[in-house]
């Protein structure tokens, strides 16, 4: 597979073991195909979700993250977004109908990610719309299993 030239990196990497959990930041995470990332609530099976509305991985972009602070008011703690990768550099709506590596993992992007009230109960007031719309980050499947570290390159695949 070849790059399509659109690059950004995984700044920050989040598991919750259940669902509620703190998140709990790694330095890297193996992703297991078709389930998500090891020991996080939604490969486990045992998220808020599950059963309902997964998603094997939530990626979100930094740089909205800074927005929310500035627009909202809201400082976004470590994990408070509830989502799996925090990523730099590339707007993951480019993503739709893309396939996409990070380090030696490959996923597929599946859809937009908007935050539920649930995110609200377990954070601050405020959350749910700060994390509204395009701000709440995509979802994406796991096509090929492998290892995410930090500061691990994402690239845009073509067939």
Same mark, same amino acid.
């Given at each position: 597979m070849l790059s399509l030239g659109m690059e950004g990196t995984a700044e920050h990497i989040y598991i919750a073991p259940h669902g509620g959990d703190p998140m709990q930041e790694l330095a890297s995470v193996e992703a297991l195909e078709g389930r998500g990332l090891q020991g996080d609530? %939604?490969?486990?099976?045992?998220? %808020?979700?599950?059963g309902v509305d997964e998603c094997e991985v939530t990626l979100i972009e930094s740089e909205i993250l800074g927005c929310i602070a500035e627009d909202a008011g809201l400082a976004v703690a470590a994990g408070e977004h509830r989502r799996n990768l925090v990523t730099r550099g590339i707007r993951l709506a480019q993503l739709l109908g893309k396939r996409f590596r990070i380090g030696t993992a490959v996923l597929e992007y599946d859809r937009p990610r908007p935050p539920c009230p649930h995110i609200q109960t377990l954070t601050q007031e405020g959350m749910t719309r700060a994390l509204f719309g395009q701000r709440g980050g995509i979802g994406a499947r796991i096509v090929k299993s492998g290892r995410i570290q930090l500061h691990d390159t994402i690239m845009v695949l073509a067939d």
């Open positions: 609530r %939604y490969a486990n099976q045992t998220g %808020y979700w599950s």
